[in-house]
């Protein structure tokens, strides 16, 4: 995880930076003793988590809290603060945590560990596969740079998280082309704007890649495609990826199960 602590008091900002830095999950963080540089950088820079103090000259930590996660909306939020006050006021912001003061390295990893359970299950994506296949982030349609990309994702979701080769998945996506270098060479394309496109919007744990295997990872998905699957839920109609020739074999099955 990238994470960034931010407190005016320098002494304090110290100490909660060491704090941070103790937990072997951290893998970066950079501190700021002002809520415009911590914005500055949160603006052209990653970030999973942000250890915040709330009683901070300037917008203040509940004011940056809103921008942060305005920037980063998956940002996990964890308030460090002397003050118990704060409390409600940080919670209806939907916080992942409250500190106490002074701040230790084991009730940071506490909070870490909080976050890490939270990860396990929350869902990046909801993607339709019944009629058009769709992929929607916080209610609107994800925009991918080819076609393809969407195609290799709607394949990898078809597959329901079995692992695939390249060779597979170039059978698929390229039925009429025999040329086996040209089509990985494109794969690996499709795949760096699938990776690329999913980092936008920070759910780059959707797509795994292990040599020589590609996947998705279907924790992360909400998909009626899956849910019917497992518990019949939501109907369906019979339509499925309709777009996609390759498709009809699933579709076929779906009416099956009906």
Aim: hydrophobic share 40%; proline share 2%.
């Amino acid at each position: 995880m990238k994470a960034i602590a931010v407190d005016d008091e320098i002494y304090m900002l110290e100490n909660l930076e060491e704090a941070i830095n103790a937990s072997s999950d951290i893998e970066e963080v950079k501190s700021f003793s002002t809520c415009s540089a911590a914005l500055e950088y949160a603006a052209e820079n990653q970030i999973d988590v942000a250890f915040l103090d709330i009683n901070m000259r300037g917008i203040g930590g509940l004011g940056l809290a809103e921008k942060l996660m305005e920037l980063h909306p998956r940002c996990k939020i964890i308030f460090c603060t002397g003050y118990e006050e704060y409390a409600v006021s940080a919670f209806q912001l939907h916080v992942s945590g409250y500190l106490m003061k002074p701040i230790t390295a084991e009730a940071v990893q506490k909070e870490i560990d909080h976050i890490k359970k939270i990860k396990t299950t929350e869902k990046l994506l909801k993607i339709k596969c019944f009629g058009n296949f769709e992929v929607l982030y916080n209610g609107e349609n994800l925009t991918f740079k080819r076609k393809k990309a969407k195609e290799l994702l709607a394949v990898l979701i078809d597959r329901k998280g079995a692992e695939m080769t390249a060779k597979q998945i170039c059978a698929i996506l390229f039925p009429d082309d025999t040329d086996d270098i040209k089509n990985a060479a494109y794969l690996r394309q499709l795949v760096l704007d699938l990776k690329n496109t999913l980092k936008t919007i920070h759910a780059e744990d959707v797509l795994h890649h292990d040599t020589p295997y590609y996947r998705i990872d279907t924790n992360f998905v909400d998909c009626d495609y899956l849910s019917f699957l497992e518990s019949g839920k939501p109907q369906f109609h019979g339509e499925y990826m309709t777009q996609y020739s390759w498709a009809e074999e699933t579709c076929a099955m779906l009416q099956f199960e009906k």
